[in-house]
């Protein structure tokens, strides 16, 4: 069955810490991923987006994420968080049936 | 200009009342999308109409209903609100490709008491 799995439930890094966050995926076929963020009470807001080229994809406030075919992975880093980086984070696929499906998400709490 | 936008942004009912969330976009895209996302943050797919077409119907209670007046509405009735149905709403839609990715609303957040 197709899925998305994020492995980490819930994160806790100082600020000045890296991050990496892991995302797989079960899709045969080509596929889309993304890497959403939703601040506490916000709404879904897109970091970053790959669909094909440069498997290391950057994104807005300094993320980045890189896409490994052969690992059916797509993990969302960042060299240095900051505590306003704390949030849910969310990896996501779009496989052949144009629907996108999402990872159960992970909390990342960056103390100050 | 809000490309997706949804109403109300909070709404708390009691149960066994029904209700809609309304959901507008203005992108011209062909495709939109309800989403539950749960108390644990978990995002389902509940439903998506392409050019006033239904064409997933996810394992969701029949209480649910899209309803598509036009390309750019897909409202969300839900009847006999039930306390299990409290979460956050997301509407959002998808251009032609596919590969544009979706664009969200704000969310709903909808309380049963």
């Known amino acids: 069955a197709q899925s998305v799995s994020q492995h980490n439930h819930h994160v806790i890094l100082s600020e000045a810490a890296s991050l990496e966050l892991g995302c797989n995926y079960s899709y045969g076929g080509t596929v889309n991923l993304f890497w959403y963020v939703q601040y506490p009470g916000q709404h879904l807001q897109l970091l970053l987006k790959?669909?094909?080229?440069?498997?290391l994809v950057k994104g807005i406030k300094g993320f980045e994420a890189e896409f490994i075919k052969s690992k059916f992975s797509f993990n969302l880093r960042k060299p240095s968080v900051q505590w306003s980086d704390t949030a849910e984070y969310f990896c996501a696929v779009i496989g052949n049936n144009n629907d996108m499906r999402f990872g159960a998400g992970t909390r990342l709490t960056v103390k100050p | 200009d809000t490309a997706v936008s949804q109403t109300p942004k909070y709404l708390v009912t009691q149960m066994g009342n029904d209700k809609s969330i309304k959901c507008e976009q203005n992108l011209g895209h062909d495709t939109m999308y309800w989403y539950k996302q749960d108390s644990k943050k978990f995002l389902k797919i509940m439903f998506s109409?392409?050019?006033?077409?239904?064409?997933i119907n996810e394992t969701v209670p029949n209480r649910f209903s899209p309803k598509s007046p036009d390309k750019a509405h897909l409202n969300l009735h839900i009847n006999s609100l039930e306390l299990g149905d409290s979460a956050v709403y997301f509407c959002?839609?998808?251009?032609?490709?596919?590969?544009?990715?979706?664009?969200f609303g704000s969310g709903t957040r909808l309380t049963v008491v």
């Open positions: 790959y669909f094909s080229g440069d498997p």
């Open positions: 109409y392409n050019n006033k077409e239904l064409i």
């Open positions: 959002a839609s998808r251009g032609t490709g596919g590969t544009g990715g979706y664009t």
